[in-house]
């Protein structure tokens, strides 16, 4: 398999990052923003969506702190996984992303950006060509989706990465900074329903860190994942639950890999007063997944009842 | 390099501490002793039998060939000859290799299920800069395929495309990326055609079969080949029956998932010779296909076995990009390497072929088997490749280890318009296996009776004929159903654990080698020739033409040839990977390596071991049958200090002749039926295995988790017993794969969803239970010191074992493999529905109240235990048919005592009407039997 060939810009601080976003932003030129890579460089060797330039935010100092209120873009799963400084739903949720391999490389900041995935989409360039494309990379044929037929302008693509829904229960926020400055934004606000667009990132924009909230460590939960294999595999659906130590009023419920976004469910909690059931009766009407992961998309919503259960056990 | 690295442990000695050689510090000593201790080694009597005089015991009886074994190496634990190569890297698979001014070629394939090719216009390809060939199917127009009877595959296609990734055209670039560039450049017109999916359609008559075989096509339909077969008496099932079972199964199709992807180098030389290197388990077919399409005589090609990052059966086709390789060399005049991708991989395939089986057993008031039914459609995919064989393979191989009171087989293999299916690891005896195994399960609980005692208590015997003619000899599939229910502590377990928790029972039985060669019947070409050459250093040359595809054969070869000369392992050394310099081999499948290459090699060992005796004789001026050969020395059995070392012995006998040369070959001996298909399944030697599975589910996700694995395997005799362990857990692996997540998915338009090792899914480590690997060694007649096969029998027996112990667990049947969450999930669901539960932790599960036969099988089996002793070590050596247990006399065929039995491999008119699914392809006409035809 061979890369489509890309220049490599690899800039030394936040500000020479985004001098060279912006170059390449006025001079026309696409590019994508690299971090670990485990995502991307697949994507690029299957020919999917790839871009002439790709800036590294490898070379950048200080994108990894760790910390219980804050963990920087470039923070390796690994690390969150082995660190007893972030908060255990957090580091738990790292720790099931994917295998040590992958989680040697990857980052934070990649899997909250994460691409979202779909078994017409995530194909070989020839695969790709014996279905005519599809809607996300439709090589400039105006392909129509292949999930849902007949309708080209939604891409129902699935985000499936582990860690965003535990970072949403705790209530953290997103940093962004691009050539017009920084913008801060909680988490929930972050994730744009799309399965293209997928989140509010602008041109030239790029994640700087997550903060969560300085109470953040009262508060307990736990993230369960949907998978056949206990390693390698994406969720095919998640959830993650955290409450204030002692307070189940505080309850807040997310999930994952069931939609284009990660979303949190906080009218489904506050209408269902907190019982459990109900919430995951809420959860299951209120989601309805597609046919484009391993499993079909009834059991995934079935499931769903059952993760939020597990996650909101004491 | 960092300043730490060390390149092998121990560097700093001669010897390493675990006993592996250390490069360049082999320790030789002058001529006389030779290999690397300086003295001579004690007679090890742990590893020479009993009835020689040795410690080791052998229960199941004497062996032929118990008087040479020397103690050196056989049943020893050795790790793999090739081992140290493939550790540090430098075994050479297919991609490493590189010659000189090599081109790469990449190839078009098509981007339709099915399609007629109007045109192919390579114009612009050709004009891209650093193009240096271009080929089409008109430069390859001959057939061919792996079998004789059904060449169907052309190098590229020449009319009409099969699949999607069917080879269309083939180019050869200075680069990969020009290469890709190329290949995109190449204008193909297609008229696409209705292409078929579903292999219950290709039962069907259509305007566009995808293949067509003139007066033999059946019909108009894609059935590629229909088996019948029905054996013994089924007139009485019907007013004998006691409990019945009816399984209906859909059987996912399954990958190899071998790691290294196929990768081919070719190169015609100076003399105008075709070097082609590639990693092949079957050289030699690989070779006669190549002559065919290139229209070269095979003498002027050398095919070149790299070292093979697994086969499983998926690299024993000769393989279209093998002769893409070598048109566009021969065009280029340069090396063209062609490595695939995994998804390409994904489009040879060759893999498991995806299945309908339905099974019907019956059982009699004694708990006997009076009646299988087994009707098997196989989806085969768009060509032959190996379907002839697994045609038979679905039905034939579940003819043991029960003893029956009649058989009945219906097959057909469908052509349909995805990548064909081939020989995977437990060739075409998987899928039904795991049907019957679970009927068994189901009739054991309608009869109230444990489904181990069911099964001892229906075993046929060693030394006996299964009731297709099936010669079994050794036979220890007593031993490992006794073993793994000590092992896995069953009685205390079966039908009494929690909700979620539960074991079951498997077992299987696979050929050890197949009893005819494909391609030389009926010439009578040895199976496996092994060439021995022995130089005044001492150091033994093995030729041999069998391919080490990681199994260890190169190891096991090595061992017999030491063993029998008494020499180090390391004074043994293998060429086999050319065939200029190879005695032709049938290749690695069907499990035949070990049975017949080292048979062949024994035979050129005791020729030489002859000589030596016969030299070292004169020179002690003792009669040869009064020496014995132990670690390089030959002396006599009286007094170990009159005697010669191996060497003087060797330059003796080496005296006016020079190099000391012998050749073995091996051969199986006649047998079987004369009805249509007899030949298929027959062995020389068969395998037998049970296993024991304990799982958990999630009852709430339908996840499952196999915990424990108790695996008893029959080898006959462990050559080496660490590789024969690798093979059972490797086995597990692989079938586990099969059982729980691995699955071709063929979407809503027939794409295959998941070529790629990302969503075709391998158990990872946190999958894989605990297994404990148990040998049984039953001594086979007519195995090298007793061996049979552990590299394909083992796999059978997990998949069944699984699916029982999950009905255990939780009582519920799915018969649809693989058992996903979601389906496991479903059923439960479908069951709490029914029997209105609302938590799936109060579902009932299955419990055990024994009923009056179970005491009836335990005495049948223990009258039976004491009849295969006597039968395994050959203290009655009387014949024993399948039926006598239903009172047939064993020492005249069963058709002439009951007139009931039937013998028949075609239906009659009166049975058409009453097949199964894949019987109602006979319900169709071949075209010269048609009027008029198509």
């Known amino acids: 398999m061979l890369m489509p060939p890309f220049e490599l810009h690899q800039p030394k601080s936040v500000s020479e990052a985004c001098t060279i976003a912006k170059e390449l932003m006025l001079a026309g030129d696409e590019f994508d923003w690299i971090a670990g890579g485990t995502d991307l460089i697949p994507n690029y060797k299957w020919h999917i969506n790839s871009k002439p330039h790709v800036i590294s935010l490898a070379g950048i100092d200080g994108l990894s702190e760790i910390s219980m209120t804050e963990i920087g873009c470039m ?240 | 390099m960092s300043k730490d690295y060390v390149q092998q442990a121990g560097m700093n000695k001669d010897v390493r501490v675990d006993g592996k050689r250390v490069a360049g510090k082999l320790r030789f000593n002058p001529p006389g002793s030779g290999g690397s201790r300086p003295e001579m080694a004690e007679r090890d009597l742990e590893f020479i039998p009993e009835l020689e005089g040795g410690n080791e015991p052998q229960p199941a009886g004497a062996h032929s060939h118990d008087s040479f074994r020397t103690g050196t190496t056989v049943g020893k634990r050795t790790p793999l000859v090739d081992a140290n190569a493939k550790v540090t890297g430098q075994a050479w698979y297919g991609d490493d290799i590189r010659l000189p001014n090599e081109i790469i070629g990449r190839i078009v394939r098509s981007p339709y299920h099915y399609a007629k090719v109007k045109s192919i216009d390579t114009t612009k390809a050709e004009e891209l800069p650093g193009v240096i060939a271009v080929s089409t199917g008109v430069d390859a127009p001959s057939k061919f395929g792996v079998l004789p009877v059904t060449k169907d595959e052309h190098a590229m296609a020449v009319e009409k495309v099969r699949h999607v990734g069917d080879l269309v055209a083939c180019v050869a670039a200075t680069d990969e990326e020009t290469a890709r560039q190329a290949a995109a450049l190449i204008e193909v017109e297609y008229e696409v055609l209705d292409a078929i999916h579903d292999p219950k359609k290709g039962l069907l008559d259509v305007d566009e079969p995808i293949h067509w075989r003139g007066p033999y096509h059946i019909g108009s339909t894609n059935v590629q080949k229909r088996v019948f077969q029905e054996f013994g008496d089924r007139e009485s099932l019907e007013d004998t029956t006691k409990a019945f079972h009816n399984g209906k199964w859909k059987f996912m199709g399954v990958n190899h998932g071998f790691t290294e992807p196929h990768a081919v180098v070719a190169h015609w030389d100076s003399n105008g010779r075709l070097q082609l290197y590639t990693p092949q388990q079957v050289p030699h077919y690989a070779h006669r296909a190549l002559a065919t399409v290139l229209e070269v005589p095979m003498h002027q090609i050398n095919v070149i076995r790299t070292f093979v990052g697994g086969g499983f059966g998926g690299k024993s086709d000769p393989f279209p990009h093998e002769m893409c390789a070598a048109i566009l060399a021969r065009k280029a005049g340069r090396p063209v390497r062609i490595t695939f991708d995994r998804e390409e991989v994904f489009w040879v395939n060759r893999g498991r072929h995806p299945s309908h089986i339905e099974v019907k057993i019956n059982a009699n008031d004694d708990a006997k088997i009076s009646g299988f039914e087994i009707d098997a459609l196989i989806d085969g995919g768009g060509f032959a490749s190996f379907g002839h064989v697994t045609s038979y393979y679905n039905g034939v191989l579940a003819t043991a280890p029960y003893e029956l009171g009649s058989f009945h087989y219906t097959g057909a293999r469908v052509w349909t318009n995805k990548p064909a299916s081939g020989a995977m690891r437990g060739h075409g005896a998987v899928n039904t296996r795991c049907a019957i195994e679970v009927g068994l399960d189901d009739i054991a609980e309608k009869l109230q009776v444990d489904p181990i005692d069911l099964r001892l208590a229906n075993l046929l015997p060693p030394h006996s004929k299964t009731i297709t003619g099936f010669r079994i000899t050794s036979n220890g ?397 050959r203290e009655d050596e009387g014949p024993y048919l399948n039926g006598v247990l239903f009172g047939l006399d064993p020492t005249l065929p069963p058709e002439e005592q009951d007139e009931t039995w039937k013998i028949s491999v075609k239906p009659d008119s009166s049975q058409l009407d009453n097949l199964g699914l894949a019987g109602t392809a006979w319900t169709k006409k071949e075209q010269r039997h048609m009027e008029g035809g198509k």
């Open chain 1, 75 to 314: 923070a390796r799963l690994h690390d969150i996984a082995e660190s007893e400084d972030v908060h255990p739903i957090v580091s738990d949720a790292a720790s099931k992303v994917a295998s040590s391999l992958i989680r040697r490389n990857a980052t934070l900041g990649g899997n909250l950006c994460l691409d979202t995935r779909c078994f017409w989409f995530n194909q070989t360039e020839e695969w790709r060509s014996s279905i005519d494309w599809c809607h996300k990379c439709d090589c400039g044929t105006g392909a129509d989706c292949r999930v849902i037929p007949n309708q080209n302008e939604l891409c129902v693509a699935t985000y499936q990465g582990d860690i965003a829904p535990t970072l949403m229960v705790l209530d953290a926020s997103v940093h962004l900074i691009g050539p017009d400055g920084t913008r801060v934004m909680p988490l929930v606000e972050f994730y744009k329903l799309d399965g293209m667009t997928r989140n509010v990132l602008q041109p030239g924009e790029f994640m700087l860190k997550i903060t969560l909230p300085d109470d953040v460590a009262d508060w307990t939960g736990s993230y369960r994942k949907l998978r056949v294999r206990d390693s390698w595999d994406f969720p095919e659906a998640g959830a993650a639950a955290a409450w204030k130590k002692g307070d189940r009023t505080t309850l807040r419920v997310a999930t994952t890999a069931l939609e284009s976004i990660p979303r949190r469910h906080d009218t489904e909690v506050s209408e269902s007063n907190g019982d459990v059931k109900a919430i995951c009766d809420a959860v299951f009407k209120s989601t309805k997944p597609v046919n484009n992961t391993s499993l079909p998309p009834r059991y995934r919503r079935n499931m769903i009842k059952v993760l939020i259960k597990r996650a909101c056990e004491e």
């Open chain 2, 477 to 873: 599939m007593r031993q490992a159903l006794e073993r793994v229910r000590e092992g896995s502590n069953w009685d205390e377990k079966f039908r009494k654990l929690p909700i979620g928790k539960g074991i079951g029972i498997g077992c299987g039985f696979f050929i050890s080698g197949s009893g005819l060669p494909i391609h030389w019947d009926p010439h009578n070409f040895p199976h496996a020739t092994v060439h021995l050459q022995i130089d005044m250093d001492g150091g033994v040359t093995v030729h041999t033409g069998a391919a080490d595809i990681g199994q260890g054969s190169s190891t096991a070869v090595a061992q017999v040839v030491a063993e029998v000369l008494a020499l180090p392992l390391e004074m043994v050394h293998v060429r086999s990977h050319e065939s200029d310099t190879s005695p032709v081999d049938l290749g690695s499948y069907s499990s035949r390596v070990t049975f017949m290459n080292a048979n062949a090699a024994i035979g050129a060992a005791l020729e030489i071991r002859e000589k030596l005796l016969n030299a070292a004789g004169e020179m002690l001026e003792l009669p040869p049958e009064k020496l014995v050969l132990n670690d390089r020395r030959i002396y006599f059995k009286k007094d170990p200090t009159i005697g010669v070392s191996y060497l003087d012995a060797l330059h003796k006998s080496q005296e006016d002749i020079g190099a000391l040369i012998a050749s073995g070959a091996y051969r199986t001996p006649p047998m079987g039926g004369v009805h249509k298909g007899a030949a298929a399944g027959l062995a020389p030697a068969y395998s037998f295995s049970a296993y024991v599975a304990e799982v958990e589910v999630d009852v709430d996700t339908g996840l499952i988790k196999c915990t424990d694995v108790w695996a008893a395997h029959d080898c006959g005799k462990a050559l080496n017993p660490l590789a024969v362990e690798g093979q059972i857990i490797g086995s597990c692996h692989m079938g586990l794969g099969q059982v729980l997540s691995e699955q071709m998915v063929y979407g809503r338009t027939g794409h295959l969803q998941n070529p790629n090792f990302l969503e075709y899914k391998i158990p990872s480590v946190h999958e894989m239970p605990n297994v404990t690997p148990i040998i049984i060694e039953s001594c086979d007649p007519e195995g090298p010191f007793g061996a049979k096969e552990a590299g394909e029998g083992p796999l059978l027996p997990i998949l069944p074992a699984v699916v029982n112990a999950v009905y255990d667990a939780i009582g519920v049947r799915v018969n649809d493999l693989p058992l996903t969450p979601d389906k496991v999930w479903a059923a439960i669901s479908k069951k709490m529905k029914r029997e209105k539960i609302d938590d799936a932790r109060d579902l009932p599960v299955p419990r055990l109240d024994f009923s009056e036969l179970q005491k009836k099988l335990i005495k049948r089996s223990a009258e039976h235990k004491i009849r295969d002793s006597r039968r395994q070590r």
